[in-house]
Structure formats: structure tokens, C-alpha cells
């Protein structure tokens, strides 16, 4: 199978520090995907490098090729379009101060749809994908903000949804949700890897086991091992890896 | 079994402990009462700035809804419905149209408006309108040409009951006419205090300058025999009494508040009024009360009389009239425009250019040394005088680029005045939209513009709707920066380039030209509850927003 993500010898530098040493892995389609590793070991700045989130960062820099579909996003590849396709959610939820309706048709509204209808069903849509469509139908232009914390994730979910995405990135997204939410959260996941190629941050080992399907561990900023997830767990070839795993250190 | 093992260093280290810990027993105290005297010390500069917050808006509220003023007139202050004027036989009623804001009214006054002079309201009552007098044609010729004679009194009370500004005089036996007509009547001062002018020279740099009712009322009842206990020169008090019957000597048993056998034992009666004036003028120390219009032709001289008039001060039609005579006359409702016109042109010029820069300074700028001077140089002008804005305005807009003295001038001139104060406060306003939002957006494709602009500045419109009322606030309240830029006319403004006089410059030319504090406190109230609802709209406007 082609891979979605194809990522070459990639280094990344926050200005003089490297936070990313020559990793290399391929990401496959409709697949959930689980970074793991202690942290600061460079897990959340690759999932930032996927959708260029990291230009936001002051002295960033990039050296090496991040192939999405066969395109080098660091390429020529429209940072706009980039963003559309590959969708990002963040590890505290962060609707907008606005209402759940426009939080939903924000997406599609700046990417030109501006026909009542159609935003109306892509709202709809996106929002029973999110699996919480029955929740809240009834008060869409309530404020978004006063939804609870695991109904707000879900929200931001929808609104990844509702630009249509190909790939979508999480960056430990129930860290800030309690166990309820969190469930629900990994069933939606589990839901959504059907339509969609999904990359997760966690630092939670329960969680990675259970919804992934490969795993990679990250350790100081080099990729120390990929694979499949119940390899990683159960077998591991590197010993850092076991000990992470096992919880010796991290 | 202890767990810590200590070393046994030296038994007077844990006596050393032990010392310690008791002081720290006293220290515990020592910070008890500390803490009870900074509570007192905080709740008490609390209470003291509530106390004199309070304070300076109640005098000005209680100064803007009620006159309160002490007079020094040739009056007294007490009035008759019925009295005998010169112009028919016995006694007369004045009677105005109930259009016109009178309460009272002093002889004097009564005649210069029934001479025509002046043919305004305005001075006597601040209500512009014609003086439209009308008199029983007995009494034609006496008076000026603005003088309407009617056959009968009937014939007054109809023509006074349909025109604003009309006054009449009745004889009083046809006080029924008046009836259900809008028709007010209104009692007329007469009696002022005569003296003989022994009383008045100046001993021992001591001269009688006024009393007041409490006096008067002790001369008439005996209790006050020297002048000096009135401030007066040591002098003993002779009261004359007016021919028993009289309008005078009525007026002066009902001001004494005890029958006739009661008045001082001193007092000198007399028969005729003849008597009467000669009286005064040739005892010494000698006191009367006498009707005004009869003091110059019996060469009686006057003291002054000193009251305290209160009354309802602002009113409804203050706000509706328009002002006349720099602010003597009418209301202040060209003012109010002009304040708004005002306001909304400073809004309209300051808010773009405020966020605009802020949201350069806060999003787009390096933040470099050229950002950090920036900011210095914001919050320096915001710290500047406003009378330096305004000479600046004054050179610069008036002057050099030939705009003239007049709305748009003054207005430029409050913009960059107040700019500062929008720049600051948006820019803390933009500073404290989570970052999570501008990352949420960017991540969903959106650009940098449509991310500041559809979440970044809703999101903090909360905050700089805080700053640009805070500087609306600034400005409804700047009298100095206006001075030299926006002029001091009250019509209101036509065009851009027209002079405006304001509520803050009105207040200021009242005071100044010493027009009248009633109207200056009127005006500061409607100043306050302006800055009072622009501060509730835009806390409802705040609460409204997610």
C-alpha cells in the first residue's frame, strides 16, 4: 500500500537547539498512527511539521522532505490547501468565541462557501461524524464556549471535519478531557479512521494500545523505533523502547 | 521509636530551638494584630474614597436637579397674590400664560416688562419668548408701545390665556375669571426694608451690608435692639410702624408671626404714610418696611435683603430648548447634538486607526527595538496634557492645513488625543485572545488576515469596545483640547468646518463668563448621565458577546 505521509531524514531546529534528528517514517492511509515517547522528545514538533504549523514558530527551521501524496509540502505545496487536508486538533479544546453553528461553518466559510444551505448540511455532517450531533442539535447557535470540556473536543473535531480533510493530526487530544469524554473520544477515532488517515500524539500508553494501529516511539528527539502497535508493545527490538513501555523511565 | 535520628550535637542548639519557637509564639501574635491594622487600614481608605466619590457626584447631582442660592435683592422674600398697584383702584392680580416658567415676581421686574423693556422673557425667567403685556385701557398711555389695552377684564384673561408670553393685569375682585384657563397667577414682590441713612454710614470700618428674615423678624418682635447685632453700627433700632390697615402693615404682621400688641415695645406708629416715610427718614437708627416703588420719591433709602432661594433646577425643556443669549436663556439641546456629532466623528476617526495599529503592533511588527519605542511613545502621549493637544491641533489643523476653528479641527484634535488610549488597551485586548484560537483557525487553512479578523478581533471586542468607551469617556469630558480647536458656537453644526460649542465648553464658558452655576451644575448632571448610559449600553453590548 502507498503511503499517505512519506517522511525523509527529517531534522527540525528550534534556533539553535535540534529537536528532530534525521527521522524517517511513512505513514499509511486510514490508519491511526500513535507517537509516543517521554516528553520533550520531539513527538509533538513532527506532528507540527505535517501541516507546517510550525512556521508559526519564530527560528524555526526545516531540513529534509515531507512527501504528502508524492508532493513535498515543504516544496511549492499551497500552505492553505496543506492546512485543508490535513486537519490538526489541538490538545486543549479551542472552539472560538462564537456559536457552535459558526464555529462548525467557519472552515467552509473561509474557503468560500457561503450558501446558507449547503453550510447548513455540511454542519450537520460534520457534526453527527463528531458524534455529537444529538447532543447539541438543539442549541447550534448557542456559544460554543459553553459546552463541556469533552463536547467541546468533539466540536473541534467537527470543525476539522467540516473542510473535508484527508489526514487528520491530534495532538494529545483527551490529555485536558476526563474518562468519559475520553472514551468516547478513542470511539469516534476508531469511527473516523474509516474515511480518514489519523495521526495521534499521546502520552497515554493505554490509550495508544488500544486505538492504534502503529506506533512510534520517539526518545531526545530521534525516532527510536516503528511498527506495528502490538509489536511495539508485546515485542520490541529496542531495549529503550521496552523500558519506556513497561514504564522505567518517561 | 523516632524515625529521625538526630546527631547529639549539643544540647544548647535544642534550647536555642526551643527559644525560638516560643518567640515565634509572640510573633504569631505580633502578625495577628499587624494583619487587623492593614484590614482596617484597607477598609478604611476604602469607605474614604466610596465617602468622597459619593460625595462629589451627590453635590453635582443635588446641584444639577436644585437651585440652592443665597440673593441679595432689594425684595423680601414674601409675596402677595392680591396687591395694590398704582394702575387701577384696590388691589390687582398679575396673571401670565401658563407656557411661561414664572413663580414669582418682583415689582420692579413687573414694571420694566409691562415698559416693553426688555421684550424678552429671557431675562427674567431664561425662557425665550416675546413679552406680550395687556392692561385694562383705564390705564393707557402709562406703559410702552408693546402694551395691548383691552376694554375689559375678561377680555385679558382671554387674550393672556391664548398666547404664550402673555402677561395681564386684573383687578383682583375678577380673580374667578381665570378659572379653569391656562392661566397661571402670580404673586408679586413689593416691600423691600427702608432704612434711615444713619444706619447705612460706615463706623468703625463697620457697615450694615444685608439682613435676612431671622433679623427682620427679631426687629419686629422687639428682640433685636441695636444694630449691631446685626453686624451693624452701634446704633439702637427704631422701628416704624406703618399706618395700622395698610397693605405694608398686613404684610409686616404676617412676616412678625405674633398679633399687633406683641411688635416691639420701641416701635413708633404712625397715622398716615406721610408720617410714615418722614419718620424714617428723621429718626436715627429708624427701620420700616415700605413698598419699593414708593422708596424713590419719598428718598427713603434701601438695605439690602439677603434669602436663600431653592427650587427645582433641571428640568425637562433644558435638555429640548435650544440655547439663546451665550447660554442665558433656552436649554442646551444644539449642545447635546453638537456633543454627539462630536463623539461619533472622534468614534469613526480613532477606532479604525486604533485597532488598525494595534493589531499591527501585536500581530505583524518585529517586536524590535522600533515596536518598543513605539509603545514608549504611546504611552507618553497618552500621559501628555490635553491643552498641549489642543495647541497642537490649534497650529497644526486650524493653522497649517487651514481647516479652520470648528468641528472637524476639534474632533482630529480629540482623535489623537485619545488615540493612545485605544492603541494601549486594544492592544492588552489582542494580547489576551488565547493563542489556541489564532492556531485553531491558521490550522484549518485559514490566512493570517481572515484569522485576525473573523476570531482574533470578535473574540477580543470585549476588551477594546472597554478601551474606546474609556476614551468616548475622555472625550465627552475634554474642555481643553477643545479650546483653541472646535470654537464656542452653540447653534448647531451645518457642516464639518462649523464652529461647535460642546457640554464640557458650555459648562466652561458658563462658569467662566459667570453666567450662572444653576445652568453650569444642570449641564455637568446631563454630562454625567451621558458618561452614565454610554458605560451601561456598552457593558450590555459586552455582556451580549459569547
Same mark, same amino acid.
Given at each position: 500500500?502507498?503511503?499517505?505521509?512519506?517522511?525523509?531524514?527529517?531534522?527540525?531546529?528550534?534556533?539553535?537547539?535540534?529537536?528532530?534528528?534525521?527521522?524517517?517514517?511513512?505513514?499509511?492511509?486510514?490508519?491511526?498512527?500513535?507517537?509516543?515517547?517521554?516528553?520533550?522528545?520531539?513527538?509533538?514538533?513532527?506532528?507540527?511539521?505535517?501541516?507546517?504549523?510550525?512556521?508559526?514558530?519564530?527560528?524555526?527551521?526545516?531540513?529534509?522532505?515531507?512527501?504528502?501524496?508524492?508532493?513535498?509540502?515543504?516544496?511549492?505545496?499551497?500552505?492553505?490547501?496543506?492546512?485543508?487536508?490535513?486537519?490538526?486538533?489541538?490538545?486543549?479544546?479551542?472552539?472560538?468565541?462564537?456559536?457552535?453553528?459558526?464555529?462548525?461553518?467557519?472552515?467552509?466559510?473561509?474557503?468560500?462557501?457561503?450558501?446558507?444551505?449547503?453550510?447548513?448540511?455540511?454542519?450537520?455532517?460534520?457534526?453527527?461524524?463528531?458524534?455529537?450531533?444529538?447532543?447539541?442539535?438543539?442549541?447550534?447557535?448557542?456559544?460554543?464556549?459553553?459546552?463541556?470540556?469533552?463536547?467541546?473536543?468533539?466540536?473541534?473535531?467537527?470543525?476539522?471535519?467540516?473542510?473535508?480533510?484527508?489526514?487528520?493530526?491530534?495532538?494529545?487530544?483527551?490529555?485536558?478531557?476526563?474518562?468519559?469524554?475520553?472514551?468516547?473520544?478513542?470511539?469516534?477515532?476508531?469511527?473516523?479512521?474509516?474515511?480518514?488517515?489519523?495521526?495521534?500524539?499521546?502520552?497515554?500508553?493505554?490509550?495508544?494500545?488500544?486505538?492504534?494501529?502503529?506506533?512510534?516511539?520517539?526518545?531526545?528527539?530521534?525516532?527510536?523505533?516503528?511498527?506495528?502497535?502490538?509489536?511495539?508493545?508485546?515485542?520490541?527490538?529496542?531495549?529503550?523502547?521496552?523500558?519506556?513501555?513497561?514504564?522505567?523511565?518517561? | 521509636?523516632?524515625?529521625?535520628?538526630?546527631?547529639?550535637?549539643?544540647?544548647?542548639?535544642?534550647?536555642?530551638?526551643?527559644?525560638?519557637?516560643?518567640?515565634?509564639?509572640?510573633?504569631?501574635?505580633?502578625?495577628?494584630?499587624?494583619?487587623?491594622?492593614?484590614?482596617?487600614?484597607?477598609?478604611?481608605?476604602?469607605?474614604?474614597?466610596?465617602?468622597?466619590?459619593?460625595?462629589?457626584?451627590?453635590?453635582?447631582?443635588?446641584?444639577?436637579?436644585?437651585?440652592?442660592?443665597?440673593?441679595?435683592?432689594?425684595?423680601?422674600?414674601?409675596?402677595?397674590?392680591?396687591?395694590?398697584?398704582?394702575?387701577?383702584?384696590?388691589?390687582?392680580?398679575?396673571?401670565?400664560?401658563?407656557?411661561?416658567?414664572?413663580?414669582?415676581?418682583?415689582?420692579?421686574?413687573?414694571?420694566?416688562?409691562?415698559?416693553?423693556?426688555?421684550?424678552?422673557?429671557?431675562?427674567?425667567?431664561?425662557?425665550?419668548?416675546?413679552?406680550?403685556?395687556?392692561?385694562?385701557?383705564?390705564?393707557?398711555?402709562?406703559?410702552?408701545?408693546?402694551?395691548?389695552?383691552?376694554? =375689559?377684564?375678561? *377680555?385679558?384673561? $382671554?387674550?393672556?390665556? !391664548?398666547? &404664550? /408670553? +402673555?402677561? @395681564?393685569? %386684573?383687578?383682583?375682585?375678577?380673580?374667578?375669571?381665570?378659572?379653569?384657563?391656562?392661566?397661571?397667577?402670580?404673586?408679586?414682590?413689593?416691600?423691600?426694608?427702608?432704612?434711615?441713612?444713619?444706619?447705612?454710614?460706615?463706623?468703625?470700618?463697620?457697615?450694615?451690608?444685608?439682613?435676612?428674615?431671622?433679623?427682620?423678624?427679631?426687629?419686629?418682635?422687639?428682640?433685636?435692639?441695636?444694630?449691631?447685632?446685626?453686624?451693624?453700627?452701634?446704633?439702637?433700632?427704631?422701628?416704624?410702624?406703618?399706618?395700622?390697615?395698610?397693605?405694608?402693615?398686613?404684610?409686616?404682621?404676617?412676616?412678625?408671626?405674633?398679633?399687633?400688641?406683641?411688635?416691639?415695645?420701641?416701635?413708633?406708629?404712625?397715622? =398716615?404714610?406721610? *408720617?410714615?416715610? $418722614?419718620?424714617?427718614? !428723621?429718626? &436715627? /437708627? +429708624?427701620? @420700616?418696611? %415700605?413698598?419699593?416703588?414708593?422708596?424713590?420719591?419719598?428718598?427713603?433709602?434701601?438695605?439690602?435683603?439677603?434669602?436663600?432661594?431653592?427650587?427645582?433646577?433641571?428640568?425637562?425643556?433644558?435638555?429640548?430648548?435650544?440655547?439663546?443669549?451665550?447660554?442665558?436663556?433656552?436649554?442646551?439641546?444644539?449642545?447635546?447634538?453638537?456633543?454627539?456629532?462630536?463623539?461619533?466623528?472622534?468614534?469613526?476617526?480613532?477606532?479604525?486607526?486604533?485597532?488598525?495599529?494595534?493589531?499591527?503592533?501585536?500581530?505583524?511588527?518585529?517586536?524590535?527595538?522600533?515596536?518598543?519605542?513605539?509603545?514608549?511613545?504611546?504611552?507618553?502621549?497618552?500621559?501628555?496634557?490635553?491643552?498641549?493637544?489642543?495647541?497642537?491641533?490649534?497650529?497644526?489643523?486650524?493653522?497649517?492645513?487651514?481647516?479652520?476653528?470648528?468641528?472637524?479641527?476639534?474632533?482630529?484634535?480629540?482623535?489623537?488625543?485619545?488615540?493612545?488610549?485605544?492603541?494601549?488597551?486594544?492592544?492588552?485586548?489582542?494580547?489576551?485572545?488565547?493563542?489556541?484560537?489564532?492556531?485553531?483557525?491558521?490550522?484549518?487553512?485559514?490566512?493570517?488576515?481572515?484569522?485576525?479578523?473573523?476570531?482574533?478581533?470578535?473574540?477580543?471586542?470585549?476588551?477594546?469596545?472597554?478601551?474606546?468607551?474609556?476614551?468616548?469617556?475622555?472625550?465627552?469630558?475634554?474642555?481643553?483640547?477643545?479650546?483653541?480647536?472646535?470654537?464656542?458656537?452653540?447653534?448647531?453644526?451645518?457642516?464639518?468646518?462649523?464652529?461647535?460649542?460642546?457640554?464640557?465648553?458650555?459648562?466652561?464658558?458658563?462658569?467662566?463668563?459667570?453666567?450662572?452655576?444653576?445652568?453650569?451644575?444642570?449641564?455637568?448632571?446631563?454630562?454625567?448621565?451621558?458618561?452614565?448610559?454610554?458605560?451601561?449600553?456598552?457593558?450590555?453590548?459586552?455582556?451580549?458577546?459569547?
Amino acid at each position: 500500500m502507498r503511503s499517505k505521509l512519506s517522511i525523509k531524514e527529517l531534522d527540525f531546529y528550534y534556533g539553535d537547539f535540534k529537536a528532530l534528528h534525521k527521522v524517517s517514517m511513512e505513514i499509511e492511509p486510514n490508519k491511526v498512527t500513535a507517537l509516543i515517547g517521554p516528553s520533550g522528545c520531539g513527538k509533538s514538533t513532527l506532528l507540527k511539521t505535517l501541516n507546517r504549523m510550525n512556521d508559526l514558530v519564530a527560528g524555526s527551521v526545516v531540513d529534509g522532505t515531507v512527501l504528502y501524496d508524492g508532493d513535498d509540502i515543504y516544496g511549492k505545496y499551497d500552505i492553505i490547501q496543506l492546512r485543508k487536508k490535513i486537519g490538526m486538533v489541538f490538545q486543549s479544546p479551542n472552539p472560538f468565541a462564537m456559536s457552535i453553528y459558526d464555529n462548525i461553518a467557519y472552515g467552509p466559510r473561509i474557503h468560500g462557501i457561503k450558501n446558507k444551505k449547503v453550510l447548513d448540511r455540511i454542519v450537520e455532517k460534520s457534526l453527527r461524524q463528531a458524534a455529537i450531533w444529538e447532543e447539541i442539535k438543539n442549541r447550534l447557535k448557542g456559544p460554543a464556549l459553553g459546552l463541556s470540556g469533552g463536547q467541546q473536543q468533539r466540536l473541534c473535531i467537527a470543525r476539522v471535519l467540516a473542510v473535508e480533510p484527508d489526514v487528520i493530526l491530534m495532538d494529545e487530544p483527551t490529555s485536558a478531557l476526563d474518562p468519559v469524554s475520553t472514551s468516547r473520544i478513542e470511539d469516534l477515532i476508531d469511527e473516523l479512521k474509516k474515511e480518514y488517515t489519523i495521526i495521534i500524539v499521546t502520552h497515554n500508553m493505554q490509550q495508544a494500545g488500544r486505538i492504534s494501529d502503529s506506533t512510534a516511539f520517539f526518545l531526545n528527539g530521534y525516532l527510536e523505533e516503528m511498527g506495528a502497535t502490538e509489536k511495539i508493545f508485546f515485542n520490541p527490538d529496542s531495549k529503550k523502547t521496552e523500558d519506556y513501555i513497561s514504564g522505567k523511565f518517561g | 521509636m523516632s524515625i529521625i535520628n538526630l546527631p547529639a550535637i549539643d544540647s544548647s542548639i535544642d534550647r536555642l530551638v526551643e527559644i525560638e519557637r516560643q518567640k515565634s509564639n509572640t510573633n504569631y501574635e505580633k502578625a495577628k494584630r499587624r494583619n487587623l491594622a492593614a484590614n482596617v487600614l484597607l477598609w478604611g481608605s476604602a469607605a474614604l474614597t466610596l465617602g468622597i466619590l459619593l460625595y462629589i457626584l451627590g453635590f453635582i447631582l443635588y446641584r444639577g436637579f436644585r437651585s440652592d442660592n443665597i440673593i441679595e435683592s432689594d425684595f423680601i422674600d414674601s409675596s402677595g397674590i392680591s396687591v395694590p398697584l398704582d394702575w387701577h383702584d384696590g388691589d390687582s392680580v398679575l396673571i401670565v400664560n401658563d407656557k411661561t416658567r414664572l413663580k414669582e415676581i418682583n415689582l420692579r421686574d413687573l414694571e420694566s416688562l409691562l415698559n416693553g423693556k426688555p421684550d424678552n422673557w429671557g431675562n427674567i425667567n431664561s425662557q425665550d419668548l416675546d413679552v406680550l403685556p395687556y392692561m385694562l385701557s383705564s390705564a393707557k398711555g402709562e406703559f410702552g408701545k408693546n402694551t395691548t389695552y383691552r376694554e =375689559s377684564p375678561s *377680555e385679558i384673561v $382671554s387674550s393672556v390665556a !391664548s398666547q &404664550p /408670553g +402673555a402677561l @395681564g393685569l %386684573i383687578p383682583a375682585s375678577f380673580l374667578s375669571l381665570t378659572e379653569n384657563k391656562d392661566i397661571n397667577i402670580i404673586p408679586v414682590k413689593m416691600l423691600s426694608v427702608g432704612v434711615n441713612p444713619s444706619v447705612l454710614e460706615i463706623e468703625n470700618n463697620i457697615k450694615l451690608r444685608y439682613i435676612d428674615r431671622k433679623i427682620l423678624r427679631k426687629i419686629l418682635r422687639g428682640e433685636l435692639t441695636n444694630w449691631q447685632e446685626a453686624a451693624g453700627r452701634d446704633m439702637p433700632v427704631r422701628l416704624v410702624l406703618p399706618p395700622p390697615g395698610s397693605f405694608e402693615w398686613d404684610a409686616l404682621i404676617e412676616i412678625a408671626g405674633v398679633s399687633s400688641e406683641e411688635l416691639a415695645q420701641s416701635a413708633v406708629g404712625t397715622s =398716615s404714610f406721610d *408720617e410714615f416715610y $418722614s419718620k424714617i427718614n !428723621s429718626t &436715627p /437708627g +429708624a427701620f @420700616g418696611m %415700605i413698598r419699593n416703588d414708593r422708596a424713590e420719591e419719598n428718598n427713603i433709602k434701601l438695605l439690602s435683603y439677603r434669602y436663600r432661594q431653592t427650587g427645582a433646577n433641571l428640568q425637562w425643556w433644558f435638555l429640548f430648548e435650544e440655547p439663546k443669549r451665550a447660554g442665558r436663556v433656552g436649554g442646551i439641546s444644539t449642545i447635546v447634538l453638537n456633543t454627539i456629532y462630536m463623539v461619533l466623528l472622534t468614534v469613526l476617526f480613532s477606532t479604525p486607526i486604533g485597532i488598525g495599529a494595534a493589531v499591527y503592533l501585536t500581530e505583524y511588527a518585529k517586536q524590535g527595538t522600533l515596536v518598543k519605542m513605539l509603545r514608549l511613545g504611546t504611552e507618553t502621549l497618552a500621559g501628555i496634557p490635553s491643552i498641549i493637544f489642543g495647541l497642537f491641533g490649534f497650529i497644526v489643523f486650524v493653522g497649517a492645513m487651514h481647516m479652520g476653528i470648528g468641528l472637524l479641527s476639534g474632533t482630529l484634535t480629540l482623535t489623537l488625543m485619545i488615540l493612545p488610549t485605544i492603541i494601549r488597551t486594544s492592544e492588552e485586548a489582542i494580547k489576551g485572545v488565547p493563542r489556541s484560537f489564532s492556531a485553531g483557525s491558521l490550522a484549518l487553512g485559514a490566512g493570517k488576515w481572515q484569522t485576525i479578523y473573523k476570531v482574533v478581533l470578535p473574540a477580543a471586542a470585549p476588551g477594546i469596545l472597554t478601551g474606546v468607551i474609556l476614551a468616548i469617556g475622555r472625550a465627552v469630558g475634554e474642555t481643553a483640547a477643545l479650546l483653541f480647536t472646535m470654537g464656542f458656537d452653540y447653534r448647531a453644526v451645518k457642516n464639518l468646518s462649523t464652529s461647535a460649542r460642546v457640554l464640557s465648553t458650555h459648562l466652561y464658558q458658563l462658569v467662566k463668563e459667570g453666567i450662572s452655576f444653576d445652568r453650569a451644575f444642570a449641564t455637568a448632571t446631563i454630562l454625567i448621565f451621558i458618561v452614565l448610559f454610554v458605560n451601561l449600553v456598552s457593558t450590555r453590548l459586552i455582556k451580549r458577546k459569547y
